[in-house]
């Protein structure tokens, strides 16, 4: 049996689930609750305020906006009846806006602006004259010609901006040639044997912290640390839930879940707490007809927080069907660049056999399954290598399947045995651009947008100066989405897949070259249809404030998130890597896409090298990766390689989002530069420590599926240093404790436990005289049930 606890906190929260009889009026007004709950499809991502007026998008949150009838607080809000936007002042005072429908409201979080202004001086220490000084870094996406400095009366060149509490790679472009920072000694690896200077902004000094303490019968007691007075928001859904009035003494506050919850199948409880205006961690319970899920049993492939994704690239996974093998037959094509013979039975097959099912994933992501052309292309740039369609992102169709995988109604089948085995499919789906031969270019050739720049340059791989409009390659048009028939077109060609077979999910390629209103009214449509059970994730390279510009009720439900990958890669293969810096990157993440966040945490993909490549030692940062793997074979030289891939997947199972290891990633295949990466999948002959490795990441899973604490827990960083970290999860009476160890020496870090008597360690570590100690390049998760 659990003791009682006993913790030292200042603010409690209770929240009463009481279940009432209540009389015919309160049964009216739960029908009108259900019925105004479904006006905010999903949870209502945060409203996130500028400095100045924010526009607010009304359709992001409501299905039809002319059922709102008024907004408030009023004072701070420019809006009228039936109009799809509002404005926010950003001297709002609430923590939430309330939309009233009829007799009923509806509660958005608002998130105000933490940014500062930061100033950038450059001082010109050559002999010749300037002229022009440009910023290019993390906080304009390396884009210089959105940072000009001016040039000050006393010749010091000036650059001011508004920037988040964070830390920024950037460097000074002086007269287009790209330097460090000299009047700045701080500096940080590239990730590609070089250094760029790091700005930091400073936030505010320590973070409220917010928990749930435990559970006991219908009660769920919640500990606020902090010395002043909190205020608190909870919802239950989308709709507020009033406080009682606090406990002068103990400062406890009471909320009653409305009865209508106990008619739902499944609804969530939020909570956020604010101190001196700082917001606390949010916390989410989910509800099963209005009673607190305690065990992951109760959980389905539908709770988008129990999602864990395993990408396939199709053409390299598994061969099923022989008879459907075409590869181009092109001298000019090197055979890593054609097609290896993957399809959709092979997929099927390894579903149906439990592969999927033994490593501990729930859902499957397919790279692009629609039919690509039957000719080789050379790429534009250097060194212009022949390539085929093998990958899927090259499409002619929106709706037929490429013969070389299988046919539609080889998908249907898939989708099928995937929904019979109790897991997801994820479509990967490419709107941003067409093959020159599909249709629908070849129909409406100026749907594409400019490939000829007025500079003479070709809108080649721009990514960032030309973010909206850049193609992939001079046979790959981008589509021109200021077209409102280009919008409706492609979104309705991805509505086909979901209409038509049921799929569970998008990833979405190249999602920051193409505008907002695509996402938008793709994702209208999705939820006017399919209601929020369909998972949008989205691949963004760039800024976390770029990537988290695609993140809201009204567009995607998350995105990959790369920074924090890029500092995990970085921490854990550099010499000078540091735990500090990826807490404080992860944190960092926190802040932008929340607590809980649907965000992906990846173990790499098919554009960027294997992980192992660069641990096992052949592969170096400093080289380029793509023609390294044109060149020679990638191996593991340094089998100690294998124990940080091992971190890296401890890592992303225990953090909170979404884990998603890509194929051959489970086991440590090797890659360089695409496309070595994405060489055929190996399911036999694998060595020992890769028989090993795949082992770890099996039980890493089933750790993650056991444990509501990794799932839906609260994140507190315990201890931190250059070599090691621990941080700890709760969620009710389930706590999970991980300790990482990255150095090559044996350690010990300090024992952390609250509630001992249910102890049980996973792996390697071992605790003696409560020290964990552990070995070079290893951890160690404690669990507490």
């Known amino acids: 049996m659990r003791k009682n606890l006993n913790i030292a906190i200042l603010s409690i929260l209770i929240l009463s689930l009481s279940v009432l009889n209540g009389c015919k009026e309160e049964k009216e007004s739960d029908k009108h609750a259900l019925e105004y709950a479904d006006q905010i499809t999903g949870l209502a991502s945060p409203i996130q305020l500028d400095l100045g007026k924010t526009t607010v998008t009304l359709e992001d949150y409501f299905l039809d906006v002319n059922q709102i009838d008024s907004i408030q607080p009023q004072e701070f809000i420019e809006w009228e009846k039936g109009s799809l936007t509002m404005s926010v002042s950003p001297e709002i005072n609430a923590h939430t806006i309330d939309f009233f429908c009829k007799a009923d409201k509806l509660s958005i979080l608002v998130k105000k602006s933490r940014k500062q202004r930061v100033q950038i001086s450059y001082s010109n220490t050559r002999l010749e004259s300037i002229g022009n000084v440009q910023l290019a870094g993390d906080v304009n996406n390396w884009n210089p010609n959105q940072s000009n400095f001016s040039l000050q009366p006393d010749g010091i060149w000036i650059l001011e901006m508004d920037l988040n509490p964070g830390k920024y790679s950037y460097q000074i472009v002086v007269d287009g040639e790209w330097q460090l920072d000299e009047n700045n000694p701080v500096k940080v690896s590239n990730g590609m044997g070089g250094f760029n200077s790091v700005l930091e902004v400073k936030g505010n000094a320590e973070q409220p912290n917010l928990a749930i303490s435990f559970i006991e019968g219908n009660q769920v007691e919640l500990s606020a640390k902090a010395s002043e007075e909190w205020e608190f928001v909870g919802l239950w859904e989308n709709q507020k839930l009033e406080p009682s009035e606090p406990d002068q003494n103990t400062k406890r506050i009471r909320f009653t879940i409305p009865t209508v919850a106990n008619k739902m199948e499944r609804s969530h409880l939020r909570f956020v707490g604010f101190h001196e205006g700082q917001p606390s961690n949010d ?78 994933f729930n859902s499957i992501w397919l790279s692009p399954i629609t039919q690509n052309p039957l000719e080789a292309y050379q790429e534009y740039p250097e060194p212009r290598r022949y390539y085929s369609g093998y990958h899927g992102y090259w499409p002619i169709s929106y709706k037929k399947v490429d013969h070389r995988f299988g046919s539609n109604e080889d998908f249907k089948a898939l989708v099928d045995a995937a929904h019979a085995n109790d897991k997801n499919i994820i479509l990967d789906f490419a709107s941003n651009h067409v093959h020159e031969l599909h249709p629908i270019y070849q129909a409406n050739p100026g749907w594409g947008t400019v490939l000829d720049l007025p500079d003479g340059r070709k809108n080649i791989r721009i990514w960032d100066e030309h973010r909206l409009t850049t193609w992939f390659d001079t046979f790959l048009p981008s589509l021109d989405f200021s077209r409102e028939e280009i919008v409706q077109a492609v979104s309705d060609s991805a509505m086909y897949w979901v209409d038509e077979y049921q799929i569970d999910g998008y990833r979405h390629d190249a999602t920051k070259h193409i505008p907002e209103t695509f996402w938008r009214t793709l994702t209208k449509k999705i939820k006017t249809k399919h209601g929020s059970n369909v998972y949008q994730i989205g691949e963004t390279f760039g800024s976390r404030e770029l990537i988290g510009s695609y993140v809201s009720s009204g567009q995607q439900d998350g995105q990959f998130d790369f920074n924090l990958y890029f500092d995990i890669r970085a921490t854990l293969l550099e010499e000078e890597g540091s735990y500090e810096s990826l807490n404080a990157s992860l944190y960092e993440s926190f802040d932008y896409y929340g607590w809980h966040s649907l965000m992906g945490n990846i173990t790499g993909n098919h554009d960027i090298p294997r992980f192992i490549s660069y641990a096992g030692g052949d592969l170096k940062m400093s080289e380029d990766p793509k023609e390294a793997g044109w060149n020679r074979v990638i191996t593991v030289k340094d089998t100690m390689g294998y124990r940080r891939l091992n971190l890296l997947h401890a890592f992303i199972t225990t953090i909170p989002g979404i884990p998603v290891v890509y194929y051959g990633d489970e086991f440590g295949m090797t890659g360089a530069g695409d496309p070595d990466n994405r060489k055929m999948m190996r399911f036999k002959n694998l060595s020992n420590h890769e028989l090993t490795t795949k082992g770890i990441l099996s039980k890493l899973m089933k750790l993650r599926n056991e444990n509501m604490a990794l799932i839906y827990g609260d994140f507190k960083t315990l201890h931190v240093d250059k070599d090691s970290w621990i941080y700890q999860r709760k969620y009710l009476n389930n706590q999970v404790t991980v300790y990482l160890n990255k150095s090559n020496k044996n350690i010990k870090l300090p024992y952390h436990d609250e509630w001992g008597d249910d102890l049980k360690l996973n792996f390697y570590g071992n605790i003696e005289n409560e020290m964990v100690e552990l070995a070079p390049y290893s951890f160690e998760i404690l669990t507490t049930n």
Request: glycine share 8%.
């Open 283 to 360: 916390l989410i319970v989910p509800l099963e007809k209005g009673t607190p899920i305690t065990k992951t049993e109760q959980l389905n492939r539908k709770d988008k927080h129990y999602n864990s994704i395993y990408f396939v690239l199709v053409d390299r996974f598994k061969d099923g069907n022989t008879e459907i093998n075409e590869p181009l037959k092109d001298e000019r094509v090197a055979d890593r660049a054609n097609y290896l013979g993957g399809d959709l039975k092979g997929v099927q097959q390894k579903i149906e056999d439990g592969y999927f099912k033994d490593l501990g």
